[in-house]
T-cell receptor
Framework: AQTVTQSQPEMSVQEAETVTLSCTYD???????LFWYKQPPSRQMILVIR??????QNATENRFSVNFQKAAKSFSLKISDSQLGDTAMYFC?????????????FGTGTRLQVFP | DGGITQSPKYLFRKEGQNVTLSCEQN?????MYWYRQDPGQGLRLIYY???????QKGDIAEGYSVSREKKESFPLTVTSAQKNPTAFYLC???????????????FGPGTRLTVL
């Protein structure tokens, strides 16, 4: 069974600085997707970034980028120029497509606090 | 605006009562999902539906029931058989996973259920 591990329960960063959130996963599959979701205090889950395992190039979305290391089964999220609005829980998630459902498997989350 | 709506935002239930959580989407997505979130944990899949009039159990379906009579709607009933129903419930949707083109799951704002 696939598992997702986020080893940092809490992180903090000063505004405008850079922070990296860690995520590792365990799977025997070769084709899969990885996601980072953000959950602000409103508790709405918001997609931050997505990575297809078959793509070697790391995904980027504005200030958010990932370091995808397939052999090491690592998928870290880098937030550059941190903003107060980045304060949230961040969840890493794994999906094995093309089964009877696109089931998301979530890590336990990292709480990020951005300080002014 | 296109999106996913959940109602109510907060719900209180007495022990022994069934309650129904609403989830509606106007994104024309085929697949819909229900997740449960507990403190300190990631999301866990309760039920999912890939097409109208069809749905499957997720990892923690006991004590829950669903229906999918319309493409836009996927209500979740928390029955009295659910032993610990107090949690945050999130609904999500995505385009047809059976089409072989997995897409991202987008989430509604959630419902906080408290059993008194």
């Amino acid at each position: 069974a696939q598992t997702v591990t986020q080893s940092q329960p809490e992180m903090s960063v000063q505004e405008a600085e850079t922070v990296t959130l860690s995520c590792t996963y365990d799977t025997s599959e070769s084709n899969y997707y990885l996601f980072w979701y953000k959950q602000p205090p409103s508790r709405q889950m918001i997609l931050v970034i997505r990575q297809e395992a078959y793509k070697q190039q790391n995904a980027t979305e504005n200030r958010f980028s990932v370091n995808f290391q397939k052999a090491a089964k690592s998928f870290s999220l880098k937030i550059s120029d941190s903003q107060l609005g980045d304060t949230a829980m961040y969840f890493c998630a794994f999906m094995k497509p093309f089964l009877n459902t696109d089931k998301l498997i979530f890590g336990t989350g990292t709480r990020l606090q951005v300080f002014p | 605006d296109g999106g996913i709506t959940q109602s109510p935002k907060y719900l209180f239930r007495k022990e022994g009562q069934n309650v129904t959580l609403s989830c509606e989407q106007n994104l024309n997505h085929d697949a819909m999902y229900w997740y449960r979130q507990d403190p300190g944990q990631g999301l866990r899949l309760i039920y999912y539906s890939q097409i109208v009039n069809d749905f499957q159990k997720g990892d923690i379906a006991e004590g829950y029931s669903v229906s999918r009579e319309k493409k836009e709607s996927f209500p979740l009933t928390v029955t009295s058989a659910q032993k610990n129903p107090t949690a945050f419930y999130l609904c999500a949707s995505s385009i047809d996973p059976l089409a072989g083109d997995t897409d991202t799951q987008y989430f509604g704002p959630g419902t906080r259920l408290t059993v008194l």
